[in-house]
């Protein structure tokens, strides 16, 4: 008898052990791969390191201290953050300069041989991009990652023909269209909700139109045939208008700078309930939240062999 019980209890065991171990794997599978407020740290640091220079990649940044850290980010911080990401921008003495920019950046290979790590600690980092591929500070959808991936291909070239970021003119595309929901958008093309003055010789339409904090008016906005009309036209409206370069706009090499200025230059007239314009803290967050600034990255890092697969 005690012989059975002992034969039965040893299944048993094997029981409990397999359902503790299937726990034990569904947390590990639903654990955050990166909490939101490491993420911001990195953005922070990557975006510190980047000012007036290229645009560092976070994810590469929080790759190389996932390492360093084995994967703990309640011991990330700021400074260990901006040493790292001040490793990917080097100076560039050749004569083969993007956009004339005195730097370069360097690829995440490189910076780890920088920093020594070693092979199995290069995989680590390399596997641990791969986790932070869909991970941004918030939820996206489909239909988000969509309009993002259309309009890249075409931001890119206005960067290359106009020195308007990317993450610029997506971001502003996506402020001003509602994620090209807004009727303005979805029916007349209009991406930036530019208004039609009297030297615009294309089709108008008058619609409502917000102002300042609450208020509301009629105003008289451009018609396009498509979408890449309104990007192009977009590009040729800030180069045409000459308080976008007093202001500073096309000197601006990243992307918060340039959102300031073109605040500054009065793109739009979005106020808080103070009076105080808050389209470049607008501009700025949209960007941050939708990892438009990697799409800079991608494409200061290797302008001549563009993909659209670079949207993640």
Do not use: C
């Amino acid at each position: 008898m005690k012989m059975t019980k002992k034969l039965l209890f040893i299944p048993l065991f094997f029981i409990i052990l397999i359902a503790i171990y299937g726990v034990i794997n569904i947390l590990n599978s639903t654990k955050e791969v990166l909490p939101s407020s490491a993420m911001k740290i990195y953005i922070k640091a990557s975006d510190e390191v980047s000012k007036d220079k290229l645009q560092v990649n976070w994810k590469y940044v929080a790759a190389l201290d996932s390492v360093r850290l084995k994967k703990d980010f309640s011991k990330a911080n700021i400074n260990d953050a901006r040493n790292i990401a001040q490793n990917f921008i080097a100076i560039n003495n050749s004569h083969n300069k993007f956009k004339d920019s005195k730097y370069q950046l360097l690829s995440l290979e490189q910076v780890a041989n920088k920093l020594s790590y070693s092979k199995k600690e290069k995989r680590q980092a390399f596997k641990f991009v791969g986790l932070l591929k869909d991970k941004y500070l918030v939820t996206v959808d489909d239909y988000k990652k969509s309009f993002i991936k259309e309009l890249a291909p075409e931001a890119i070239k206005i960067y290359k023909d106009y020195d308007i970021l990317p993450s610029i003119t997506i971001g502003q595309a996506s402020l001003e269209s509602n994620w090209g929901r807004s009727d303005l958008s979805s029916k007349y093309n209009n991406l930036f909700g530019i208004k039609a003055t009297k030297s615009w010789k294309g089709k108008t339409v008058k619609m409502k139109t917000s102002e300042n904090y609450k208020n509301t008016v009629m105003a008289t906005f451009r018609v396009y045939p498509s979408k890449k009309d309104s990007l192009d036209d977009y590009a040729e409206f800030l180069k045409n208008n000459k308080r976008y370069k007093e202001n500073g706009v096309f000197k601006a090499v990243d992307y918060i700078n340039q959102a300031k200025t073109i605040g500054k230059a009065g793109y739009s007239t979005k106020q808080d309930k103070a009076g105080e314009n808050v389209y470049a803290d607008l501009l700025i967050q949209i960007i941050q939240e939708y990892n438009l600034q990697l799409i800079d990255n991608q494409v200061q890092q290797d302008f001549f062999n563009i993909d659209s697969s670079i949207i993640n």
